[in-house]
Each structure stands twice: as C-alpha cells, then as structure tokens.
C-alpha cells in the first residue's frame, strides 16, 4: 500500500522569507500524481501546485515549487516570499492506485 | 462554477442515529470522492464515483456507512448507527475523469467545505 510521511508537523517561517515543507512517499507504481495542498484554519482545503511523476520538469505556480525527487520518493514543496496568508495545514498527496494524504505541516508565517 | 458544496456544515447528532450527508459536485466533473478527516491528520479515502458507478467501496470503514450516487449529479453519504468515534469532518471532492482508470484518468480534485459530524 502507499504510504505518504511528512515529517514537520510544524513550522513556522518569517514574512518574506522561504520555506521548505518535505514529503516522502513509498508506492512500487511508476506513473502516479503528487500534489500539495493547503486548508486554511477553518477553511476547506485548495490545491496548491500538482506533479506528474513521468514529468522531470519540476512544477511550478508561482511563488510554490516543488523538488520531485522520483528515485527517492521525495517531494519537497518550497514556498518563496512568504505571506501571512500561507499559514494553513498543507498537506502531501499521492494518487496512484488510490488516494493517500499525509498527516500535514502546519506552517505559520511570523509578522 | 459554484465550487463544490456539502450539506449540512455541521451535524450535532446522538450516538446510534442515522446521519445522511450531501454533496454537490462541480457541475461539469464526473466523479465524486468522500473522505473522512479527524483533528489533526489528513483525509482518509473512503469512496469514489465515476457518474453513477460506485468503482471503490472496499475502504468505507464498515457496513455502517453507505454512499449514493443515483443520477450521477449529486451524491449522499449515509451512516447508520452513529458511535462517538465517527466524529470527524467528511469531506466531499470532485473532479473530471477521462477514462475508468483510477489513477491515471483524473484531473485535480477540488474540495468541498466539509461536513463536520458530532456525535455525542
């Protein structure tokens, strides 16, 4: 079975600054979809950037980007000029034979 | 393009009663998920529709919950005999699918607002 591990359950980062939230998953499949997502307090959960694991080319919505590390199943999201809006749950996401989150970051952006 | 909405936000009910929750998906997706989330954790994956078909069951976490989707639009997630552990926010998704394939057919999800289940 698939399983997704993110290994911060918090963090926190100042305004302006850059953040990397990290995701390791284990699956023996070779073609299956990442993705990151972010729930705001209270608020329902949106998509933040997707990766297709037969794309090398890293994705990229601007100020999020990832670093898709196939071989070692890693799937790093790197978020740049933090903002006070960031602070959510985000949460790694792995589908391929089925749907599986991980447990989630819960990221505050500092003032 | 509404989004995707859940029925009710919130349910407060008594441990042994029966709870049916709705979901409306985007109106242009062919499938529909349903997740269970409780504090602190992620979704947990419980079932899927592609229209009208119920292609994954085996996950709903016992015989107690059951999941329709009878005209391929909207869909009701029902659990009979409520006990204090099913407390937790179900969460609906949907999303437009090209082919049967679970995996490799299906375009983003987008989530609905939840429904946050209290049983007491």
């Known amino acids: 079975a698939q399983t997704v591990t993110q290994s911060q359950p918090e963090m926190s980062v100042q305004e302006a600054e850059t953040v990397t939230l990290s995701c390791t998953y284990d699956t023996s499949e070779n073609n299956y979809y990442l993705f990151w997502y972010k729930q705001p307090p209270s608020r329902q959960m949106i998509l933040v950037i997707r990766q297709e694991a037969y794309k090398q080319q890293n994705a990229t919505e601007n100020r999020f980007s990832v670093n898709f590390q196939k071989a070692a199943k890693s799937f790093s999201l790197k978020i740049s000029d933090s903002q006070l809006g960031d602070t959510a749950m985000y949460f790694c996401a792995f589908l391929g034979g089925d749907m599986r989150f991980g447990a989630g970051t819960r990221l505050t952006v500092k003032p | ?120």
């Open chain 2, 1 to 120: 393009d509404t989004g995707v909405s859940q029925d009710p936000r919130h349910k407060i009910t008594k441990r042994g009663q029966n709870v049916t929750f709705r979901c409306d998906p985007i109106s242009e997706h062919n499938r529909l998920y349903w997740y269970r989330q409780t504090l602190g954790q992620g979704p947990e994956f419980l079932t899927y529709f592609q229209n009208e078909a119920q292609l994954e069951k085996s996950r709903l976490l016992s015989d107690r919950f059951s999941a329709e989707r009878p005209k391929g639009s909207f869909s009701t997630l029902e659990i009979q005999r409520t006990e204090q552990g099913d407390s937790a926010m179900y969460l609906c998704a949907s999303s437009l699918a090209w082919s049967t394939s679970f995996s490799l057919s299906t375009d983003t999800q987008y989530f609905g607002p939840g429904t946050r289940l209290t049983v007491l």
